[in-house]
């Protein structure tokens, strides 16, 4: 994927489910976002209820069953 600063949300929630679980260098390197940038970005998916943190690593963070369920439909909505 090309370094993007304008990634979509939906770009940046495949990220995450291909990841399974990132933190804001994880969207630094992959999308070229600030550090300040990187964490309004999971701020605003946390308050949309599409990640959680995880308590397996500081800073870490994964999709909520949200997501996930939105990901199934925008799958399934191109067939």
């Known amino acids: 994927m090309t370094k993007n600063l304008k990634?979509?949300?939906l770009e940046v929630l495949r990220?995450?489910?291909?990841?399974?679980a990132?933190?804001?260098?994880?969207?630094m390197n992959e999308f070229?976002?600030?550090?300040r940038s990187a964490v309004k970005r999971i701020q605003r998916l946390e308050k949309a209820n599409l990640?959680?943190?995880l308590g397996l690593r500081?800073?870490?963070?994964?999709?909520t069953?949200?997501?996930?369920?939105?990901l199934a439909?925008?799958?399934n909505k191109g067939k």
């Open 7 to 9: 990634a979509t949300k």
């Open 15 to 20: 990220f995450i489910e291909r990841m399974e």
């Open 22 to 27: 990132v933190g804001f260098i994880d969207l």
């Open 32 to 35: 070229g976002y600030t550090y």
């Open 51 to 53: 990640v959680e943190k």
């Open 58 to 63: 500081v800073g870490a963070y994964c999709l």
């Open 65 to 70: 069953n949200e997501a996930t369920r939105r």
């Open 73 to 75: 439909y925008y799958d």
